[in-house]
């Protein structure tokens, strides 16, 4: 899939979901449950164990889904990621020569920020997207009002997001959004409750298009 491609679904489907999963088989079993409510991108960071070994099973058995590779602090993670079918990397702070290595591989990357100068340095650098982290301390209506001066500039708000939010961060001007917790809770992952996770999959599902 072309970079365009994956930046137009991420923007459709508008809820990325972050996992730190405990093993190949539940991260398979997580997405097939994500993809049952609706939901196709996922986010593995890397302080899961394994990840990128964990990455590379995924993307090889479901690969129509999208996986990418998130909590990347340097180019030699972020090319790893990639080879292993990474189809965007995330950082969460501003990485320079992690933005650097996605472009090389023409691989979607969001940038972590916070501040409007970081935002600004991220898109500079040629970040694809800011990761507007931690969103959950300012909201919705930080997203309207860095748009407000900078809307050329994309933001995924991660942090804080709910399915009883999630509409009002798109309504912001949010190009996407990434849900952790809120999504997939640790104990419905711990006790493999996928219908759990299923359900909340599409609750985030319906709540995207209620406010497009």
Known sequence: ???AAIL???????VIA??????????????????AGGLTSI??????????????????????????????????????GILAGA??????????????MCKRYSIPVFSGALTPTEVVNAWDCGADAAKIFPAEFFGPAYIKSLKAPLPQVELVPT???????????????????????SLVDAKSFK?????AITAKAQAFV???????
């Open 87 to 100: 189809r965007f990397i995330v950082t969460p702070a501003l990485r320079p020569d992690v933005i650097t």
């Open 159 to 181: 942090g804080g997001v709910t399915a009883e939010n999630v509409g009002e961060f798109i309504k912001a001007g949010a190009f996407a959004t990434a849900a952790g917790s």
């Open 191 to 195: 006790d493999r409750n996928w219908a």
């Open 206 to 212: 319906q709540a995207v298009a209620a406010a497009k």
């Open 8 to 14: 137009q679904k991420l923007s459709t489907e508008k």
């Open 1 to 3: 899939m072309k970079k």
């Open 43 to 80: 986010e593995l960071t890397m302080t899961t164990p394994g990840a990128i070994r964990m990455l590379e099973k995924a993307t090889a058995e479901l690969p129509d889904f999208l996986f990418g590779l998130g909590t990347v602090l340097d180019a030699e993670t972020a090319r790893a």
């Open 18 to 35: 972050l996992i730190r999963a405990d093993s190949p088989d539940g991260l398979l079993d997580c997405a097939r449950a994500l993809a």
